[in-house]
């Protein structure tokens, strides 16, 4: 699966999502550094990639307006990679069942925006 992480997601997410055998790649490195919110939606719509994010505001208008697939960390940043780590296969399939999906992540558990609907 392929992921695009947000501009607030530590490294280590990446590099646990890799280790797992997954694509994942950064705003930056693919030119969109200084992009919004949108954009990046757009772009990760366009080229089949789910958004992961720790932004609450951004992951709000996601769950409002659902376009392709986001993965929202409801965690400190120092507990994210563990905590997606953990959820990592419901993750994938929850997505991999469904168009257009939020996935909330926290040590919780996972909900997705189906049963915010």
Known sequence: MRFLL????????????R??????LTASQVGL????????????????????STDRE????????AIGHHVWLRCPDWDAAAILEAHLVEVV????ARSDLTVRVSADGLTDSSAWS
């Open 6 to 17: 947000d501009h607030d997601v530590d490294a280590v997410v990446g590099r646990m999502l």
């Open 19 to 24: 280790r797992h055998g997954h694509e994942c």
């Open 33 to 52: 550094a200084a992009a919004t919110d949108d954009a990046l939606t757009v772009w990760a719509s366009e080229h089949e990639a789910v958004v992961v």
């Open 58 to 65: 951004f992951s709000r208008r996601r769950m409002q307006n």
């Open 93 to 96: 399939n929850r997505i991999e």
